[in-house]
């Protein structure tokens, strides 16, 4: 059963950092692209960003230049690296795979930016 489970979350002020990880188990996880979503209250959940099998890797304009994403395959682990986080960067944050025509989450992770 593939399981990913998320870690990481917390509350931080506006201007900080936090970093979430990810850890994937029962699939082949260096075969596959590994994506960070978010959704926030009231909103739909978004892409936030994707890191290949290859390590090719996009991410969102509203995160760019502010959050990393990254993975260890030896760990079966994903990270999300996130600086200068801004009080509209709260939402429950996902990690997901898609595995043939399955897409599988975690079960998410809080992370709240208020002063």
């Known amino acids: 059963q593939v399981q990913l489970v998320e870690s990481g979350g917390g509350l931080v002020q506006p201007g900080g950092s936090l970093r979430v990880s990810c850890v994937g188990s029962?699939?082949?996880?260096?075969?596959?692209?590994m994506s960070w979503y978010r959704q926030a209250p009231g909103k739909e959940r978004e892409l936030v960003a994707v890191?290949?099998?290859?390590?090719?890797?996009s991410y969102a304009d509203s995160v760019k230049g502010r959050f990393t994403i990254s993975r260890d395959n030896d760990r079966n682990t994903v990270y999300l690296q996130m600086n200068s986080l801004k009080p509209e960067d709260t939402a429950v944050y996902y990690c997901s795979t898609l595995i043939g025509s399955v897409r599988y989450w975690g079960q998410g992770t809080q992370v709240t930016v208020s002063s």
């Open positions: 890191v290949s099998g290859t390590f090719d890797i």
């Open positions: 029962a699939f082949t996880f260096r075969r596959y692209a």
